[in-house]
């Protein structure tokens, strides 16, 4: 079943990467002048994230979605730690 699934996409994947590769080289002109300057603020940006995306994966919404998605609108009744906890009582 994997290798007919894997058959099946390997058009539709390889037909993404080549648009991926035109529209990078339509736009690498313009892009880059400006590379390093936009890697630089990504690094910047990712470093200033990192403790907080650190305290997310150690908290109990980071293992879960579902639950961050909930605690993020919140609705934590539908979440699937609250349904977890319903279940195992």
């Known amino acids: 079943m994997t290798a ?10 390889t037909a993404i990467g080549n648009l991926m590769n035109t529209l990078f080289g339509a ?3 313009y892009y880059a002048p400006y590379r390093t300057k936009v890697l630089q603020a990504e690094t910047q940006l990712a470093s200033f994230l990192a403790p907080y ?3 997310l994966a150690d908290s109990p919404l980071g293992g879960c979605v579902i639950d961050l998605e ?3 609108v919140g609705d934590t009744t539908n979440s699937t730690t609250q349904h977890a906890r319903q279940v195992t009582r």
């Not at 699934?5 to 390997?10: C, D, I």
């Open 27 to 29: 736009i690498d002109p």
């Open 70 to 72: 909930a605690a993020l």
């Open 53 to 55: 995306a650190e305290k």
């Open 4 to 13: 007919g699934f894997a058959s099946a996409f390997t058009p539709f994947i």
